[in-house]
């Protein structure tokens, strides 16, 4: 089990395997993928490492006025078809309110959500990397 103790970019009292998503896969993401937001397996909830994420993204924001474009994602693994639309409009949503929260004007993002007919990333991890949220 990697824990925080071991890679400090895992929240602080979790482990690899409470949020979801392998340690090798966090490094790969971050490393080539700005804009993402992961999300534990059936959850919308923003975590710890989630909103730390988002604040470093916030601060490139407030930099400019462009758009932000948030898109919603659910793995096709689990749950229904109905259930991952959902899943994905409230992972969105969860998001775009935190942006707003911290200061980012509401008029400069656009949310969307695709459940899982489409997927933010194609690997053979896929389920785990598309409990997400990408930002644009």
């Known amino acids: 089990e990697i824990t925080h103790e071991q890679y400090n970019f895992i929240p602080e009292g979790e482990s690899v395997k ?3 998503v392998s340690a090798v896969l ?13 999300f534990c397996i059936g959850e919308a909830t923003l975590t710890d490492y989630a909103r730390a994420t988002l604040d470093g993204y916030i601060a490139a924001m407030a930099c400019c006025n462009s758009p932000i474009h948030i898109t919603g ?38 949310t969307n959500w695709v459940g899982d007919t489409e997927q933010a990333f194609t690997t053979p991890e896929t389920p785990l990397v598309n409990r997400c949220v990408t930002l644009k």
């Open 18 to 20: 409470s949020i979801g």
């Open 26 to 38: 966090i490094v790969s993401y971050m490393a080539k993928s700005e804009g993402v937001v992961f």
């Open 73 to 110: 994602y659910a793995d096709k693994e689990t749950g229904s078809a109905e259930r991952n639309e959902q899943l994905s409009m409230e992972r969105a949503k969860s998001v775009s309110n935190y942006l707003t929260e911290k200061g980012i004007d509401a008029k400069r993002i656009t």
